[in-house]
């Protein structure tokens, strides 16, 4: 079955940084790609998605970008505040399984002022 | 608000004890999903529905026991349950199956003793 990679598992920054985050997929058949974030105490929340047949996309300070051959996608998130803190979670779909979105084990990001 | 909700938000049970958890749906979704997030791995899919009809059951243990009387009510009833057992349920929704955003709810927290 598709097996989801992220990293890292932790991450800090200061205020006004990027922040990067990776992950690696291994079922070349997957084609839709999501980034989740989760605050403390809800569910996770969809912030930006793309599909194989695009390389990179962006919405205001959010960005991922899509490697197929290398089977890599990462998200950029630029001019950090104190309010992107929280948990990401990248995930990986394919019509082989049935479209069961497959999420690496999370990356913990902590802005500080 | 996500348009997804869970009850109860928290639930603390022995091993002797039947419990169900609920989530409902407000956004006219055809697929829901039950997940699972224990900490330090990654959210597993535990079953899937689409229009009412149970799609994908990843091999759950039987003392979990999901029930989806319409496309907008989902439940997961459990029995006889593991300390290991306890983590955060998370119910979700999308429109169609194939590479569809998922919306979460807030998730119920399950205790075993």
């Known amino acids: 079955g598709e097996n989801v990679e992220q990293h890292p598992s932790t991450l800090s920054v200061q205020e006004g940084d990027s922040a990067v985050i990776k992950c690696t997929y291994s079922?070349?058949?997957?084609?839709?790609f999501p980034w989740y974030k989760q605050e403390l105490g809800k569910g996770p929340q969809l912030i930006i998605d793309?599909?194989?047949?695009?390389g990179e996309k962006k919405d205001q300070r959010i960005a991922v970008t899509l490697n197929k051959t290398a089977k890599h996608f990462s998200l950029h998130i630029t001019e950090t505040q104190p309010e992107d803190s929280a948990v990401y979670f990248c995930?990986?779909?394919?019509?082989?399984?049935?479209?069961?979105?497959?999420f690496g084990k999370g990356t913990s990001l902590l802005v500080t002022p | 608000e996500t348009g997804v909700t869970q009850t109860p938000r928290h639930l603390v049970m022995g091993m002797t004890n039947k419990k169900s958890l609920k989530c409902e749906q407000h956004?006219?979704?055809?697929?829901m999903y039950w997940y699972k997030q224990s900490a330090k791995k990654p959210l597993e899919l535990m079953f899937v529905?689409?229009?009412?009809?149970?799609?994908e059951n990843n091999s759950v243990p039987s003392r979990f026991s999901p029930e989806c009387p319409n496309s907008s009510h989902l439940f997961l009833h459990l029995h006889t349950l593991q300390p290991e057992d306890s983590a955060l349920y998370l119910c979700?929704?999308?429109?169609?199956?194939?590479?569809?955003?998922?919306?979460f709810g807030p998730g119920t927290r399950l205790t075993v003793l």
């Open positions: 979700a929704s999308s429109l169609q199956l194939e590479g569809d955003e998922q919306f």
């Open positions: 079922d070349s058949a997957s084609n839709y």
């Open positions: 793309i599909r194989s047949n695009v």
């Open positions: 995930a990986a779909s394919n019509p082989n399984s049935g479209y069961a979105l497959n």
């Open positions: 956004l006219g979704h055809n697929a």
């Open positions: 529905y689409n229009f009412k009809e149970q799609t």
